[in-house]
């Protein structure tokens, strides 16, 4: 009895584990860009997709921090033209040929 005991409790709580683990969300996707190179300048944090990044953020990126998950940059609005993917990480100048260019990003997880 004590051994079936144990083992109904033991099946209990890998079930409860396991439904837990399928409720939680998703890798959450966070990124910081930057005006100016070396994370300088004004700054916008966000975890949301933008298929735009406004008027203001138009061709004005020059550093990134991936805080988590993978993300694309595209060349232009509604996620079209080249495109820059980055993972986890800082980086602290996106180089010449992509600086001052991007117009969107959304993360890919």
Do not use: K
């Not at 933008?50 to 993978?70: A, C, E, K, T």
């Amino acid at each position: 009895m004590i051994a079936f005991r144990n083992f109904f409790v033991t099946m209990t709580c890998a079930l409860f584990l396991c439904v837990a683990a399928a409720r939680a969300p998703a890798l959450a996707c966070e990124v910081i860009v930057y005006w100016d190179a070396n994370f300088a300048g004004q700054s916008l944090h966000t975890d949301a997709d933008l298929s735009y990044v406004g008027d203001h953020w138009n061709d004005q990126i020059s550093s990134i921090r991936v805080i988590s998950g993978f993300w694309e940059f595209y060349w232009d609005a509604g996620y079209r033209g080249e495109v820059l993917r980055l993972g986890p990480g800082q980086y602290p100048f996106v180089g010449n040929h992509w600086n001052d260019q991007i117009s969107s990003f959304r993360c890919s997880r």
